[in-house]
Each structure stands twice: as C-alpha cells, then as structure tokens.
C-alpha cells in the first residue's frame, strides 16, 4: 500500500536534494574557471578545499547507505535528515584538519596546468 502525498514528498525531497546538488557542482567549477581566468591562488585553494569537502561529504553519504538502520526500530526520517546534515558538516571539518590531500593535488595539478598554458 502506497500513500500517495509520503510518495510524493519522497519524490520532492529527491528532486531538491539533486538541485542542492548540482548547485553545489556548479557553484564549484564556476568558482575554479573564475580563480583559474583571474589567475588568483586564494580563490583556487577555496574551490579545491570546497571541492574535497563535497567529496568527503559525499565518501561519508554513501558509506551510511551500507547501515541497515532502516529496520531498526529508532529509525525515523527525521534521524536521515540529520545524518545527511552532520556528514556534511563532518566533510567541511574533515577539510578544514587538512582532509585526505585531495585539495592539495587539486591545487598543484590545477596551477601546473595554468603556468603549462602560458
């Protein structure tokens, strides 16, 4: 049994969780093509460091999928808001104490690309 208006918000939660998303995607290559145009080393560390938080938010996004916590009677929605919350807060945290390196390799390989271009 299906309750059409919990399948619709389901429906309407995914779509803006995907809007969030790529927004976010966005916002990241335009902020790179804009510090890589400028030439501006502070904006290009920005969007690498923004750029390894996404993906360490998204590591840890997809890491909790592999918890069975559905059954388990404390699960609520609720509580899956709330994780996505705080693992994303935990991936600009994880960033900010100097994360996995990817920002880093980012930085580099982005700044020998730009001085190779010249």
Known sequence: MT???????????????????QGRVDGFQAALGNAMAKDDDKALRTACAEFESYF???MLKEMRKSVNVKNSMFYSHTEEIFQGLLDEEYGKMMAKAGGIGLADMMYRQMKQEASAEE
Do not use: R
Request: aromatic share 14%.
């Open 3 to 21: 309750i059409p208006s919990l399948s619709n918000t389901y429906i309407t939660q995914s779509k803006m969780e995907y809007d969030a998303q």
């Open 56 to 58: 360490l938010y998204m």
